[in-house]
């Protein structure tokens, strides 16, 4: 089955500086990215996601991107914020009409700094 | 809001007992999906549901399972709980007819087994 591998598992960043998160995969049929972003005691809520036909997608301060060749995607947060502190979750999944199982990423706690 | 409603919030019982968390999905959505996340863990795959049948399975206990009814409501019954079996409980929902859609999370059940 899949797996999927998330670095770094803590991130701390100063605030309005940039933060990056890497994931791998290991199934080469997996075409269907997304991010999570969850706060303390909260829902995951989806931040964004991207297909493997598209190398990069961006909104606003958020973007990612995806190696299809090296099996990895990567989020990328600029000019952070307070609220961007929470942790955040990779996933991988195989986008096939009425059966999808999302295999996240062991999750990321990035702090930003004041 | 994410429009998946998870009931109950909170849920206290003993070890050895059964429960069952409901799931609504968001209007339209076909797909039921159910997760686990322990204590500082991250989000594990149980089942999902799309239209009624199973359609995947990941790391699900025998003592727990699941169903989803003709108005695409899902109940997630855990039977013979254990001490291990404390976190929160997860539903997500997602496909629109024959459209993929991203997954998209309910508030969780909070298990806690004394």
């Known amino acids: 089955g899949e797996n999927v591998e998330q670095h770094p598992s803590t991130l701390s960043v100063q605030e309005g500086d940039s933060a990056v998160i890497k994931c791998t995969y290991s199934d080469s049929a997996s075409n269907y990215f997304p991010w999570y972003k969850q706060e303390l005691g909260k829902r995951p809520q989806l931040i964004i996601d991207i297909r493997s036909n598209v190398g990069e997608k961006k909104d606003q301060r958020i973007a990612v991107t995806l190696n299809k060749t090296a099996k990895h995607f990567s989020l990328h947060i600029t000019e952070t914020q307070p609220e961007d502190s929470a942790v955040y979750f990779c996933a991988a999944s195989i986008w096939d009409f009425g059966n999808e199982k999302l295999t996240f990423g062991t999750g990321t706690r990035l702090t930003i700094i004041p | 809001d994410s429009g998946v409603t998870q009931t109950p919030k909170h849920l206290i019982t003993a070890t050895g007992q059964r429960v069952t968390l409901r799931c609504s999905p968001r209007s339209g959505d076909l797909s039921v999906y159910w997760y686990q996340q322990s204590l500082d863990q991250g989000l594990q795959f149980l089942i999902q549901?799309?239209?009624?049948?199973?359609?995947a399975k990941g790391n699900i206990l025998e003592r727990f399972s699941a169903q989803q009814f003709p108005d695409l409501h899902s109940e997630l019954n855990l039977s013979s709980l254990e001490l291990g079996d404390s976190a929160l409980y997860f539903c997500?929902?997602?496909?629109?007819?024959?459209?993929?859609?991203?997954?998209?999370f309910g508030d969780g059940t909070r298990l806690s087994i004394l």
């Open positions: 997500a929902s997602g496909m629109k007819g024959d459209s993929n859609q991203p997954q998209h």
């Open positions: 549901y799309y239209n009624g049948e199973e359609r």
